[in-house]
């Protein structure tokens, strides 16, 4: 099992340019998680997906931010425009329990935003 | 806001000596889940305690709960240098039991 995967591993972009963080899940897992980390504020829930709907996106720091999942095997976390502050490392994460069960996380995406 | 928060925010220890860390949440919850973060990757997994549990072990490492105090413990027991890295409680709560990490404990085994 390769587990979640996530692309880019690092991406450095300016202030006003648009990023876009992908994400597979575990096949078989109907749970996907967004998570921000930073030393500040730690590890932030941004959204959550179950059978690839939205349940709970109240993470979402504004409108600069949006996430989809069209399928059952990819999602993307989108940033348009970027600013400095959203630079943090990007997790995604699936689970086959729903939000209460064991989360298998992804290598995460480090954003830097210059 | 975070609901649990881990204490102590950072620990060091000799290889070989046991390792405590304890986390307190707010509210009350449906299970408490303890992952390690090593540096520079996802968090892992390590064990799943349900509010009506006591006490769980898995190998080395033994998770307690209190919920009269809100709190639960992970102990790691003769530690060894891989076992450095963060670690985090996640509490579920609420009715769509949605999980909320901790600010996590920093390990550092020295050799």
């Known amino acids: 099992d390769a587990g979640v995967i996530q692309s880019p591993r690092h991406e450095v972009t300016e202030m006003g340019q648009e990023v876009t963080l992908r994400c597979k899940p575990i096949s078989g897992h109907n749970s996907l998680f967004w998570y921000r980390q930073t030393m500040m504020r730690g590890l932030e829930l941004l959204i959550y997906?179950?059978?690839?709907?939205?349940?709970?996106d109240s993470g979402m720091p504004e409108d600069r931010f949006s996430a989809k999942m069209p399928n059952a095997s990819f999602s993307t976390l989108k940033i348009q425009p970027s600013e400095p502050r959203d630079s943090a490392v990007y997790f995604c994460?699936?689970?086959?329990?729903?939000?209460?069960?064991?989360?298998?996380f992804g290598p995460g995406t480090r954003l830097t935003v210059t | 806001s975070q609901q649990g928060e881990e204490d102590p925010q950072a620990l060091s220890i000799q290889e070989g000596e046991n390792a405590t860390m304890n986390c307190s949440y707010k509210t009350s919850i449906n299970n408490l889940q303890w992952y390690r973060q090593n540096s520079g990757r996802g968090l892992v997994h390590l064990i799943l305690?349900?509010?009506?549990?006591r006490e769980k072990h898995s190998g080395r490492l033994r998770v307690t709960l209190d919920t009269s105090k809100k709190s639960s413990s992970l102990l790691i027991t003769a530690s060894r240098a891989a076992d450095t890295a963060s670690y985090f409680c996640a509490t579920s709560s609420g009715g769509y039991q949605k999980v909320t990490f901790g600010t996590g404990t920093k390990l550092q085994v020295i050799p």
């Open positions: 997906f179950n059978n690839n709907v939205p349940i709970d």
């Open positions: 305690i349900r509010s009506n549990e």
């Open positions: 994460a699936s689970s086959l329990a729903g939000v209460a069960g064991e989360q298998y």
